[in-house]
């Protein structure tokens, strides 16, 4: 068991309808100390991965995203999902279907920080039904850059985002995988992984 | 000249309408590095000020919050923008009104991540008119924590909000105040601040 599913075992509370709160740490109050760990193992399982640019969305990635940036000593971009009038020029758009609002958003990025020559490790806290994800990927293809490899903290094993994702053969890193869990009892069981 | 405003006179953009755009390096792309710069100048300033959490808004204030929080060795927590159905419990809300999207907002933060014995340092990449740091401060002392200042990166010292929040006896430190800018020939004067 590694430091991440430890601490959501500590922390992590398991409510109906498949919710996982981990808001004590990684997506309401941000425990950084822990993010560093989470850049330094995303640093170690990337080794080979050419990357120049983190991608990331609003809001709860930009803050992992930030401090695993500083382990790649790399700028962040993050994507927006609602068109504001300080966003102005050419831009990147994907349309993605939120699971936790229960609505559709555009998710955006500038086209003059995303190019042909960008190498990109996406980063987000959470992989359920991958929509999010999906149209993170969509802008970076749509900016003919390079996705090296998307760096997620917890996924939910049991929806089907990781799969899709796999599936398209991206390097998909998740450093807890969520099997099934219990609210109930409260229990939660992690994938298991190698190394 | 800091190097703050050093970096918004080499990247930062005039637009029509008082808009600074610094979203190069900023509040869309993030320079990590900078970001690292803003918090030693933040630990500096705030030196004497007993400080056990960050509190920030979402989105551009998270990455900067992030950072800085690594050089007072403290957790994070963001205010959410709009109701969350994995936001539940008791929960401290402040309504605001936004500049830039020109509609009103209400700022969220769960009770259970701020009481009265939290010394907070608010942290935001923008201070205009000072809405949501407006509506921050108010989630504070609903939680009767103790704010212990301010930090925000850039200031538009034509705006009304610094003097609003100074007029509060707050610490307010803004690393770069934008006295006067225009759109036609691009410049841009900053407020001359001691040290």
């Known amino acids: 068991m590694n430091f991440l599913e430890e601490r959501i075992l500590k922390d992590g509370i398991v409510k109906d309808g498949n919710v996982l709160k981990v808001d004590s ?35 709860s990635g930009i803050g992992i995203a930030c401090i695993v940036a500083q382990h790649f000593d ?11 009038i300080n966003l102005e ?3 990147y758009v994907a349309e993605v279907e939120s699971f936790t609002h229960n609505c ?12 042909e020559k960008d190498h990109v490790l996406i980063i ?27 760096g997620i ?15 398209l053969g991206i390097q998909l890193e998740s450093l807890a995988i969520v099997e099934r869990m219990d609210s109930t009892t409260g229990e939660i069981e992690f994938r298991v992984q190698e190394g």
């Open 89 to 91: 020029g050419e831009m």
């Open 104 to 115: 559709k958003n555009q998710v955006i990025v500038a086209q003059k920080f995303l190019g």
């Open 153 to 167: 903290a917890v996924e939910k094993g049991f929806q089907p985002g990781g799969r899709i994702i796999r599936n």
């Open 25 to 59: 740490f990684l997506n309401h109050q941000m425990d950084i100390a822990l993010f560093n760990e989470i850049g330094k193992e995303f640093k170690k399982r990337f080794k080979g991965n050419k990357i120049n640019k983190i991608l990331t969305i609003e809001a």
């Open 74 to 84: 790399v700028p962040v971009v993050f994507a927006k999902k609602a068109k504001s």
């Open 124 to 150: 987000d806290d959470f992989l359920a039904n991958g929509c999010a994800l999906q149209g993170l990927i969509q802008i970076v293809q749509s900016a003919k850059a390079t996705v090296e490899g998307i």
